[in-house]
């Protein structure tokens, strides 16, 4: 059974950091491009970043650029998300996902973590 858990929310001023991890269990990690995403309360799900499986390339959303590093260890099976300069806007249930192959479908996505960035 596979299973994506993060961890590493909680409550951080503006301004602050806060460290998000994924622990993957069930599958073959390596083989996977991972993904962060987040929903904020009566908003749709936002794409944050993603890194491959093959080249650990990454890509992020134009809204968190140059606040948030997206890494992970294969050796762990787990991908982290390093959020910097964290704004009252960041505030969402935070979310990884699992793809196997590139092209917009995951196949696996955990429950989530939240994050509140209070002013």
């Known amino acids: 059974q596979v299973q994506l858990e993060e961890s590493g929310g909680g409550l951080v001023q503006a301004g602050g950091s806060l460290r998000l991890s994924c622990a993957a269990s069930?599958?073959?990690?390596?083989?996977?491009?991972m993904a962060w995403f987040r929903q904020a309360p009566g908003k749709e799900r936002q794409f944050v970043a993603t890194?491959?499986?093959?080249?650990?390339?990454?890509y992020y959303a134009d809204s968190v650029k140059g606040r948030v590093t997206i890494s992970r260890d294969n050796a762990k099976n787990t991908v982290y998300l390093q959020m910097n300069s964290l704004k009252p806007e960041d505030t969402a249930v935070y979310y990884c996902?699992?793809?196997?192959?590139?092209?917009?479908?995951?196949?696996?996505w955990g429950q989530g973590t939240q994050v509140t960035v209070s002013s």
């Open positions: 069930g599958l073959t990690f390596s083989s996977y491009n």
């Open positions: 890194i491959f499986k093959t080249n650990d390339r990454t």
């Open positions: 996902a699992a793809a196997k192959f590139l092209g917009g479908h995951y196949d696996y």
